[in-house]
């Protein structure tokens, strides 16, 4: 971050008629009005809000709205065509101009940018994005940081005298534009490469990614391994096959209270055909599902603390174990909650559709961790499947069967124990899992390496931007 000083100057070397100026020099930022959410309306007046500061134009489309009568009780709040409102709350220093001809008025925690006379839009927004750093070196908070007006209009930057300003602006724009150029190049490529790993995992998870089973023992009978099977079985284990012994399995290592009850069947009449040789099964069916703990005031007060894993410690075939967190659990407890290496460990709950259900396998680097509620466990039968699982529910297919199930309150997509247990899971021999899992893991891996270079050149392209405008506006350029 650079501050600028009359120091500066010195350092810098400043060109003949350049001085340092502060930000409330060439506009001063107008507070907006606190609307309460009861104010909110289907209908009216649109209100500017921080979450509508998103890019360089204010954008309407989850706008709120207020009552019409606003306007005269708060003219000193409206915002009209062509103004420009800077973010003062979370994203610190975004800067949006408004550009619709309907009024609207101006929520607190966002500014609105009066110019003095001498200073056009173009010019203050290329200032305001200069001492963006100083903007954010000043936010306040824990949860959400906050800066006020005066902190933004204390900011300084080198001011080039008038005649200098125009040409300053337009060889900015000049370098902008090009830069620009190559962003979004960079984010088609980004945008790209999301489609072919959804186009991997589809052919993958429909049986078009290696040859099937089916297929290698057509071709090369001889080769192939005798297994008993049925009769009129194929001469390898099926799917169908596979979730026998898994469920065999499953009923003999049962170990809770009561009967024994058999896992629900898939309903598979709209499913889509499966290739020679594969079956359905509902994930339950596959292994145990778990629902995990609530933390409370009483789990702090027991000697046993464990790792708790939590919501943000999983993501998409990733876990982030830099913060972990403790609970306190009994001992008649951890049969149910212990997390083994290869469990399944998926989301329950989030405001995203596309983040529900978004999940990881759990690697074994913490022992006798233990899980949260909001984390669903799955443990398989079958350890191997856990791989095949993980790329089935991160498939198109998959994607869809888990949003199809997720219910929505308020805003919020919750998937439970049950519904999670019941997701359709098509399965195909292990084998053929196995090489499945092993070409999928070896796409993706390039595809991942791929996306670690685009994400560190659009780093690199955010701090060019900033050392554009810092040549500019030290006379360099």
């Known amino acids: ?22 930000v409330g020099e060439i506009l001063k930022i107008r507070n907006g009005y606190a609307f309460k959410s ?17 890019s360089d134009v204010i954008d309407l489309a989850e706008v709120k709205r207020v009552d019409p009568a606003f306007l005269q009780k ?5 915002v009209r065509e062509g103004d420009l409102l800077i973010g003062m709350s979370g994203s610190l220093g975004k800067i949006a101009e408004y550009q619709n001809q309907e009024p609207a008025l101006q929520n607190q925690r966002t500014g609105l940018l009066i110019l003095k006379p001498g200073y056009d839009a173009k010019f203050v927004r290329l200032v305001l994005k200069l001492v963006e750093p100083q903007i954010v070196a000043e936010g306040k908070g824990v949860a959400v940081q906050n800066v006020s007006a005066n902190e933004i209009e204390a900011c300084t930057f080198p001011l080039p005298p008038p005649d200098e300003r125009g040409r300053i602006v337009a060889e900015i724009e000049q370098q902008f534009t090009r830069l620009d150029a190559g962003v979004a190049a960079l984010r088609r490529t980004q945008a790209n490469l999301k489609r072919y790993r959804a186009a991997v995992l589809k052919a993958a998870c429909e049986g078009h990614l290696v040859p099937t089973e089916a297929e290698l023992t057509k071709q090369q009978p ?9 009769n009129s079985g194929p001469n390898f284990e099926s799917g169908a096959l596979l979730l026998e012994r898994i469920l065999a399995e499953r009923r003999q290592n049962w170990s809770g209270r009561g009967k024994y009850e058999e896992p629900a069947v898939p309903y598979t009449a709209e499913f889509p055909k499966l290739p020679n040789g594969w079956s359905w099964a509902c994930l339950e069916q596959l292994g145990m599902t778990y629902g995990g703990l609530t933390k409370n005031p009483k789990r702090a007060k027991l000697p046993k603390q464990l790792p708790y894993l939590r919501v943000a410690n ?29 469990d399944l460990l998926i989301v329950e709950g989030n405001g ?3 983040q529900i259900g978004r999940l990881a396998i759990w690697d074994g680097s913490i022992e006798s961790c233990v899980h949260q509620n909001h984390l669903i466990k799955v443990r398989p039968v079958e350890a191997q499947m856990s791989k095949w699982i993980l790329h089935w529910l991160q498939s198109p297919g998959g994607r869809q069967n888990v949003e199809l199930v997720a219910s929505s309150t308020s805003g919020l997509f919750t998937l439970s124990v049950s519904k999670v247990g019941n997701l359709a899971i098509p399965v195909p021999p292990l084998a053929e899992q196995t090489r499945i899992v092993a070409e999928v893991e070896r796409r993706l891996s390039v595809v991942g390496q791929l ?24 006379g360099s350029a």
């Open 352 to 354: 995203s559709k596309d």
């Open 74 to 78: 708060l003219s000193g709040f409206v």
């Open 222 to 230: 001889s080769k192939r391994s005798s297994i008993p099977r049925k």
């Open 314 to 342: 999983v993501y998409a075939n990733e876990l982030r174990l830099d913060e972990i967190e403790y609970i306190g659990v009994s001992d008649s407890e951890l049969t149910k909650l212990l997390v083994r290496k290869g």
């Open 451 to 474: 996306e670690k270079v685009l994400t560190a050149n659009l780093h690199r392209a955010k701090h060019l931007r900033q050392s554009i405008l810092q040549m500019a506006f030290t």
């Open 38 to 54: 009861t104010d909110y309306k289907d209908t009216g007046v649109p209100l500017i809000r921080q979450s509508e500061l998103k």
């Open 1 to 22: 971050m650079t501050v600028f000083t009359e120091k500066s100057e010195e350092i810098l070397k400043l060109p003949s008629g350049w001085r340092t100026a502060r």
